[in-house]
């Protein structure tokens, strides 16, 4: 007993070690932003003793367009986000349910290009773009974001709808339902875990996003919250408080997406029981 209570002790202890070791560099940023005026990284022992104000919040927000810059990313974002849902929900239901010509090729070639670096394909991309007199347009961006997220998405939500038992599609049949009726009254209902998790993704890919808008959008106004984030980074010095400010900032939305999506996520046996035999 002493043995078994022992080694379990230990396995916390290596657990609560592992937690305080991620955990620090996250409360250390919080605790700089709180100071004014920090051009080199501050000592533990400084951070943690110093007297907490909003100085640096007040600045960032007022800096730079910043305000603006966070109503484009949260714009840009939204339409994006809700786009790739759309469009990912209804292709990977053709690739889950329909047989067509070509079928397992184009589901490979999905899968080709989620393994391409977007850098890789940064200048056919802007050439397209461009091309269509999209450039320094949202809907340019949003046609990129869109377009690479649909990937990841049919990705992971095909293997979701095929898990579904084709026999719940028999009622809406046998009640001259369609296609459309089948997908929006059972496939859609029974996957929002898988839906509510490719939301958070999708949303923290796309908000953190900074090369692609950078390249895209040319006029300054337009421009998103990661550009007004390295804009805080001066040429001769940098202000920390000034930069774990605005980082924090930028993890707001994130976490709310969390918080709110967090029972979205995965879980095993959603439709154990959902047909009986």
């Not at 786009?83 to 047989?99: D, N, P």
């Not at 890789?120 to 990129?144: A, C, E, M, Q, S």
């Not at 090369?211 to 980074?233: C, D, E, H």
């Not at 001066?234 to 900032?249: E, K, L, M, P, S």
Request: glycine content about 8%; overall charge positive.
């Amino acid at each position: 007993m002493k043995v078994h209570f022992a080694s379990k002790l230990f396995v916390y202890g290596i657990l609560l070690l592992g937690a305080l070791a991620f955990t620090f560099p996250f409360v250390y940023m919080i605790m700089t932003s709180f100071i004014k005026s920090v051009y080199s990284l501050p000592k533990p022992q400084v951070v943690f003793s110093a007297v907490p104000n909003l100085h640096n919040f007040e600045v960032v927000w007022g800096k730079n367009h910043f305000l603006r810059y966070f109503g484009n990313s949260l714009l840009i974002t939204t339409v994006s986000v809700l786009g790739s849902l759309a469009i990912g929900c209804i292709t990977a239901y053709a690739f889950a349910r329909f047989a067509f010509p070509g079928k397992e090729l184009i589901f490979r070639l999905f899968l080709l290009t989620m393994m391409m670096p977007a850098v890789v394909g940064i200048i056919p991309v802007f050439i397209i773009i461009k091309n269509l007199g999209l450039v320094d347009t949202y809907r340019g961006l949003w046609l990129v974001y869109i377009s690479t997220s649909v990937m990841g998405s049919v990705f992971f939500l095909r293997g979701f709808f095929q898990s579904i038992p084709k026999e719940l599609e028999e009622s809406v049949l046998m009640d001259g339902g369609g296609n459309w009726r089948i997908l929006w009254n059972i496939y859609l209902p029974m996957s929002k875990p898988a839906i509510g998790t490719m939301a958070i993704f999708s949303f923290m890919g796309t908000w953190q996003e900074f090369f692609t808008a950078l390249v895209i959008l040319k006029t300054g106004i337009k421009r998103t919250l990661p550009i007004a984030f390295q804009m805080l980074n001066d040429q001769f010095a940098t202000n920390y408080g000034w930069v774990f400010a605005a980082a924090i900032i930028m993890l707001i939305p994130v976490m709310l997406i969390y918080v709110i999506f967090q029972k979205r996520f995965v879980q095993g046996g959603f439709n154990e029981g959902a047909v009986k035999g």
